[in-house]
């Protein structure tokens, strides 16, 4: 195995041309859905941690509860909807990076509203008061209290990266693991270890770990003192 | 941490998503996509790595290869969301074609099945060329046997032969992975246990199993593969016109040809049937 592991570690020192596109496939793919998510996870975060209203217990229960989703009962879902017979069959997503985005947005999204919410929850409750005493108020507003809590909501976002960067479901459902299209580092191992190519499977492993490593060195470290 | 690194963190991080996203919006931009589901077999043994460049490069058209078992296959072509399939189940391809999924089914080309086992081989079955008895054999001393599981053409002949040799298997020595050839193969081959598998899947794995073939050469282990485009008529937005396409490269004596030569590990994996 320790041979294995060399060639593995060569594979990605010499810049392997289908290691390098596989990794970048992963990166867009996941960078993409977890801006999306964010996108779409910020006005909601701040929609609950401003204004109190019923109901909003249990929206939070609701995104807790999907934050630990199994990824290929999202890829599931997704799949039903996206085959050819179903409601947005015609679009023609299925087995397209389209596809993969969909379900990795669904997958960061309630991870990263929640965090976004509670981020946003622990600011000086005096702060949305002050900014209308001053006049602030509309986008500008909300902008601020955006960036008063800027590295919470930041790390909200890298939670949300981490958990679609690592994901086997969604990309091997909806993807349909295609070679130089839709095939990402987590499908590669698992494709190539069943093939018994445990070298590009270890290489791929490594990046993925770098990457992780990367991102929780970034949330433990860069942003603790938030 | 200080406060400049800190904004050094965070424009970098902006920069960084922002220039990806951008990057994967810039990519979207398609050549024409064909979508072809086809066996872990053919993927597995790396054939379609050196034939579809070939086609790509002279027509332009990107085939996006998705590889499942045979019965996920026909079920993506009955659904219409692949566009041509390539699958080894003779039986169920003639009714895929009668039910109208299919149009302009297409013999491709053939190997064989063959039965692996561990050298030692416990059941006693080598150089059997009865592949029932064989499978008789396995049963009775109850060893080892590894089934592909996935509704796969190797595990839809598989379940032939056990019904021909008047068995339903059952029990702990009876494994069902539902995984793919290639990784069934490894796990023969760690639990040193038998299998079936084509014979192109196998060569092309030589060099990582200690398997070895035990039985073959029944005229019952015959495997042959067809191509069959998805009819156009079942679902709206098939891309009928390159699946045809893709029909008359691999019919054609240069796709053929490239099918003939193939080898793997010095042995030929799949015998063209449209040119000899």
Known sequence: MGGVFIRAVELILKGNREVLFIASTSLRFALTST???????????????LSPFKGKKLIIVLMNSLMALPTVVIGLLVYSFISKNAPFGNLGLLFSPGAIIIGQLLLAFPIIASLIYSALSNRDPSLPETLDTLG????????????????????????GFGRVIGEVGVSMMLGGNIRWYTRTITTTIALETSKGNFELALALGIILIVISLSINFLLHVGFRDA | ?????????????????????????????????????????????????VLLPVFEKETGIKVDVIAVGTGKALALGENGDVDI???????????????????????LMHNDFVILGPENDPAEIKGLGNAAEAFKRISSSKSSFISRADDSGTNIKEKCLWQEAGISPSGTWYKEAGQGMGAVIIMANDMEAYTLSDRGTYLSMRDKTDLVILSEGDRRL???????????????????EDAEKLINFLTSKEGQRIIKNYKKNGQQLFYPDVIE
């Open chain 1, 35 to 49: 801006v999306l998510a964010t996108v779409c996870a910020l006005p909601l975060g701040l929609f609950l941690s």
């Open chain 2, 85 to 107: 399939i390539m699958v080894h189940a003779r039986a169920r391809e003639d009714t895929f074609v009668e039910q109208g999924f299919g149009v302009d089914r297409h013999d």
């Open chain 2, 222 to 240: 015959f495997n042959p593969y067809g191509i069959i485009a998805v009819n156009p008529e079942k679902h709206d937005g098939i891309n009928f």
């Open chain 2, 1 to 49: 941490m200080s406060q400049s690194c800190k904004n050094f963190i965070l424009a970098a991080a902006v920069f960084f998503l922002s220039q990806s996203f951008l990057f994967s919006v810039g990519t979207t931009e398609n050549p024409r996509h064909l979508k072809l589901a086809t066996t872990t077999s053919t993927e597995n043994s790396g054939l379609l790595d």
């Open chain 1, 136 to 159: 602030i108020w509309g986008i500008r507003k909300y902008f601020i209290i955006i960036m008063e809590a800027k590295t919470a909501v930041l790390s909200a976002l890298l939670s």
